[in-house]
């Protein structure tokens, strides 16, 4: 979640609290009570405003020298986030893509790390000025403990492999795309998370922290 004033729309004195910047777009905004809701499946999606991913069907995608993977796995799961007003839909990951050789040398952790992508589709909230992307998810149940920070180091490589990153979506937009992670090797249970930051708007509507988590398998 990154909250941010847009010029071109009316501007609302702020509050920074927490690291989130939230602007009310109008008056009336949602109470301060939280009424997000738990992750659930859903069949019915956001309209994206970019094409779908374009992978393979067979059991493996080769790319040469740059990068293969399994084929992905169906998660069809969502969460809306009714206080602030985001939507995501987890379609699809991928466990395992291989990265290149040229990443691989370039990136020295990832010998010891696996990429996990994954693929989404999200909306950025109509009632703050938002933009809402790849650094919204993390991976967690890690081993040490710490919610993992998606990456941007594989994301022309993916690009070209067919895994288009997910452009960030602006007040009130959708897009889809994939988003890379990379957790240690012996990560066997995958969790994605969103993490709604606590933060009071200018108007006074009092927003606390949540998490909602989605597992991949």
Not at 26 to 38: M, R, V
Not at 89 to 99: A, D, F, N
Not at 160 to 189: H, I, M, R, S
Request: charged share 20%; glycine share 8%.
């Amino acid at each position: 979640m990154r909250v941010r004033v847009h010029p071109s729309l009316p501007v609302i004195a702020a509050i920074l609290v927490g690291g989130a910047l939230l602007t009310a777009c109008n008056d009336d905004s949602s109470s301060s009570d939280d009424a997000g809701s738990t992750p659930s499946t859903s069949a019915a999606a956001p309209t994206t405003t970019s094409a779908a991913p374009t992978t393979s069907a067979s059991a493996t995608t080769d790319g040469g020298d740059g990068g293969s993977s399994a084929s992905p796995v169906t998660v069809n799961k969502s969460f809306t986030d009714d206080v602030m007003g985001e939507k995501a839909t987890v379609l699809k990951y991928v466990s395992g893509y291989q990265p290149s050789a040229a990443s691989r040398s370039k990136y020295s952790a990832l010998a010891d790390e696996k990429v996990v992508l994954v693929n989404v589709k999200v909306t950025a909230s109509s009632k703050y000025y938002d933009t809402f992307g790849a650094d919204s998810f993390y991976l967690t149940g890690m081993s040490n403990g710490i919610d993992q920070a998606s990456t941007t180091i594989l994301d022309d490589e993916i690009k070209a492999a067919g895994y288009p990153p997910l452009p960030d979506a602006e007040t009130g937009k959708t897009t889809t795309g994939w988003v890379v992670f990379t957790p240690t090797k012996d990560t066997t249970k995958l969790v994605l998370r969103y993490k709604r930051l606590a933060a009071k708007a200018s108007n006074g509507t009092n927003i606390t922290a949540k998490n909602f988590d989605i597992p991949l398998n």
